[in-house]
């Protein structure tokens, strides 16, 4: 089994400033990184939250599209909700939260766990799950109490209409351990099965297909930890060899080396093995997430770039 558990999870929002205060005012997250993406040929914003060094695993980060490009039609063959882990006594405490602050919450109980369901403003789904051994260091200087902060991604949920194929890509492609189901949701596990090491599929055969490509207010893929490049390279060859051959080369991405692979619900997911400096690679562990940083490769094509990213929505 190549994976270790989560690398990042990427969403797609409409507006940076309300991105930041929901990821590091409302939930306690780290900003670990500000950056850009440049697929194309405008540059967006591209935010990472994490715990202090932003390990894999504890990382959610966002393309920032503004209204350029139209708004994303959630379905079937995407990835529904990110559940993140917090200690389960502390869910009356972000109960608390999130009333205070007006935000709509649901409890409810799913594979055994306690669970909180709430909302980006953006309306792309989370959920906080109940777990008492995560030992994973949480960001500690929030004003979310430690002992009640976020340790981590917990799991992500991938809704389709059709799972016999999925289920076989997770157990024969990805090398998961079928292990629960509840409902019209099923869990599998990577690694030791702990938190951040769960896949939870959603099968909902009335749910029509959700659009696919850069579009803004959904989740746009999900990154599982890799470590090696000889395991990245040789999962790639087994995707192939079962005739999965919608697999990239691996991309330089400055922080991290992805292969991104198409699973047949049609969700985006990437294998994912860190630069060894992390994101300690251009910043300080400080003064992490303080400035935008970008890659030499974008530097080289100032200054028409930094015109572009100067006409930005102000972080600050
Ligand atoms: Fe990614």
Redesign the pocket.
């Known amino acids: 089994m190549p994976f270790h558990g989560y690398h990042?999870i990427?969403a797609t929002v409409t507006n940076a400033r309300a991105d930041v205060d929901f990821h590091v005012g409302l939930l306690g997250l780290r900003n670990v990184k500000r950056t850009v993406l440049l697929d194309g040929k405008r540059p967006f914003y591209h935010l990472y939250y994490g715990n202090e060094h932003g390990e894999p695993g504890t990382l959610l980060t966002s393309f920032v599209f503004g209204k350029d490009r139209p708004e994303g039609r959630r379905g079937s063959g995407q990835v529904s909700s990110i559940s993140l882990s917090v200690p389960t006594n502390s869910l009356s405490f972000w109960a608390d939260r999130f009333a205070a602050r007006g935000i709509a919450y649901r409890e409810f109980e799913l594979l055994g766990r306690r669970r909180l369901w709430f909302a980006h403003p953006d309306g792309i789904e989370y959920q906080l799950v109940g777990v008492d051994s995560d030992v994973r260091p949480p960001w500690d200087k929030s004003d979310v109490p430690p002992a009640a902060a976020i340790r981590g991604v917990h799991s992500v949920t991938v809704c389709t209409r059709e799972v016999d194929e999925l289920n076989m890509f997770l157990l024969d492609g990805m090398g998961l351990d079928s292990i629960d189901t509840d409902g019209s949701v099923s869990s599998y596990a990577m690694a030791q099965g702990h938190a951040g090491q769960l896949v939870e599929i959603d099968h909902r055969p009335d749910v029509a297909q959700g659009s696919w490509g850069y579009m803004r207010n959904t989740i746009d893929?999900v990154?599982f930890d890799i470590r090696e490049a000889q395991a990245q390279l040789g999962f790639k060859d087994r995707l192939e060899a079962m005739g999965f051959i919608d697999v990239t080369e691996p991309r330089d991405r400055n922080y991290f080396y992805?292969v991104y692979f198409r699973t047949p619900a049609g969700a985006m997911f990437?294998a994912?093995r860190s630069h060894p400096l992390g994101f300690l690679k251009d910043e300080e562990l400080d003064s992490l997430g303080s400035c935008l940083q970008l890659p030499q490769w974008i530097e080289e094509r100032q200054p028409e770039l930094l015109a572009e990213i100067n006409t930005l929505e102000p972080l600050d």
């Open positions: 990042h990427t893929h990154a992805s990437e994912t």
